[in-house]
């Protein structure tokens, strides 16, 4: 399962990568958003091509290595841990896969244009404009916290019982029967 964990990495950063290719290409920097989705005259999703130079809503703007140090350490160890579980849970595989492959694409726009490429645009409230690979970073974390919340102590509830039983069944073996 690690090696399909991978190769969904893969997939996701070459999505992430050509659709902010498109958007480099087909819409210009700061213009006009150009509405997606629309009931009526009710805004829902727009196309608008922005840059970020920080994190999540600009926080930490201009601290390039520092935004690009953390997501190569963090990345790192989500690798690591994923091959730990390798033989784990599918969910908490594919949830670690979509954080993993999300902070890799951002991270290649930092490395290459010093800035991310965002282009999403949530127009019923005041949102900040996210990308694809915020999108993967967010539903993998979601479901990593799904998993550890549900899954993972699920699995300790289901043992304990288990252990009980056999380790009772143990005991009876050596009590001597009453004559």
Sequence with gaps: MF??????IAVL????QIIKYAVVKNLALEAKPLSVIAFGDTKIFSLQHI???GAAWSMMSGKTWFLIG???VVCGFALWYMYRIRKGSRLELFSIALMVAGGIGNLIDRIRLKEVVDYIK??????????????????GAVLFCFCALFLSGGK?????????????AEETKDEEPDT
């Design 3 to 8: 090696f399909i964990a991978l190769a969904v």
């Design 13 to 16: 950063i070459g999505a992430d």
């Design 51 to 53: 840059r970020n130079t």
């Design 70 to 72: 953390l997501p190569i």
């Design 122 to 139: 949530f127009e019923p409230i005041s949102f900040p404009i996210f990308n694809f690979a915020d999108i993967c970073v967010v539903v």
């Design 156 to 168: 300790d509830k289901t043992k304990a019982p288990e252990a009980a039983a056999e380790k009772t």
